[in-house]
Nanobody, 123 residues
Framework: QVQLVESGGGLVQAGGSRRLSCATSGRTFSSYALGWFRQAPGKERDFVAAIGWDGISTRYGDSVKGRFTISKDKAKNTMYLQMNSLKPGDTAVYSC????????????????WGQGTQVTVSS
């Protein structure tokens, strides 16, 4: 069974930084593309970023390009989302997900999902 566990959410001031983590099993880490999505209250789920099983190929949503960086640590079976220059509009529940496809940036292409972690950016 594929399990994804997010951590690192919290309250941060605008302009600040935060790093989210997504821990998973070794098999998932090496066999699936991993991605981050976010959903704010009353809004649709948005694609944030994704990284291929090679750990090199990446994709980003337009709203986070140049501010967010996705990465993987093979030794820890953990994916990260480094978020810089945060804005109040980045406030959302951030979820990590796993997909057997690449490239992939739509939610329907992801098979497994974590529970999510709340990120709140204050102005």
């Amino acid at each position: 069974q594929v399990q994804l566990v997010e951590s690192g959410g919290g309250l941060v001031q605008a302009g600040g930084s935060r790093r989210l983590s997504c821990a998973t099993s070794g098999r998932t880490f090496s066999s699936y593309a991993l991605g981050w999505f976010r959903q704010a209250p009353g809004k649709e789920r948005d694609f944030v970023a994704a990284i291929g099983w090679d750990g090199i190929s990446t994709r980003y949503g337009d709203s986070v390009k140049g501010r967010f960086t996705i990465s993987k640590d093979k030794a820890k079976n953990t994916m990260y989302l480094q978020m810089n220059s945060l804005k109040p509009g980045d406030t959302a529940v951030y979820s990590c997900a796993a997909s057997p496809y690449w490239p992939v940036s739509t939610a329907r292409e992801y098979t497994y999902w974590g529970q999510g972690t709340q990120v709140t950016v204050s102005s």
